[in-house]
């Protein structure tokens, strides 16, 4: 997008944010329907609070933070509504088999939903939306440091949960 051609109103922009907030939003609530139901209610609540964005900062990170906010209170509003619909999901996605791709990609998201929720958000704005962790630090309200120590322990998690737990250095020294 070339300078001429750039919104003078930040509100023009969100649309092309649309995309990257639903992913984050399905990596939070784990449900396509819900999350189109987040970002809604996240688009909602930034169009009314638009007074309040300052122009010289981040658009991205308020509207994901926005989303990230909205998704919190609105878990603990319907905590208990929530673990009923997740243990449903689960064991929907347990009780279909089919090839090992398939196979694969369902122990993942089972191993990445069992994962917390900040470790997980962490992965999905960093690894999955592009973030810099700068960006995602500011989007979830942490020091950079912990976005990445978030990252660390959840990758590391991630293979002790899909059966990669040995790392080169200690197997190879166990064959010597």
Not at 7 to 12: A, G, L, M, V
Not at 17 to 26: G, H, N, W, Y
Not at 101 to 120: G, H, T
């Amino acid at each position: 997008m070339n300078a001429a051609s750039e919104p003078s109103d930040p509100r023009e922009q969100i649309i092309e944010f649309l995309p990257e907030m639903r992913a984050f939003a399905i990596s939070l609530t784990r449900d396509k329907s819900s999350a189109d139901d987040l970002v809604q209610d996240a688009i909602v609540k930034a169009w009314k609070s638009f007074h309040q964005f300052q122009s010289n900062t981040n658009l991205r990170a308020w509207l994901f933070t926005i989303v990230r906010n909205t998704f919190y209170s609105d878990l603990r509003r319907r905590k208990r509504e929530t673990e009923h619909a997740e243990q449903t999901s689960a064991e929907q996605t347990t009780s279909d088999r089919g090839a090992d791709p398939i196979i694969a990609v369902m122990d993942f998201e089972k191993a990445f939903s069992l994962l917390p929720d900040e470790q997980r958000e962490a992965l999905v704005l960093v690894g999955a939306s592009g973030m810099s962790y700068e960006e995602a630090a500011e989007t979830c309200e942490v020091a950079v440091g912990t976005i990445k120590s978030r990252i660390n322990r959840g990758r590391k998690r991630l293979a002790e949960l899909l059966g990669h737990q040995a790392e080169p250095e200690k197997a190879a020294v166990e064959t010597e």
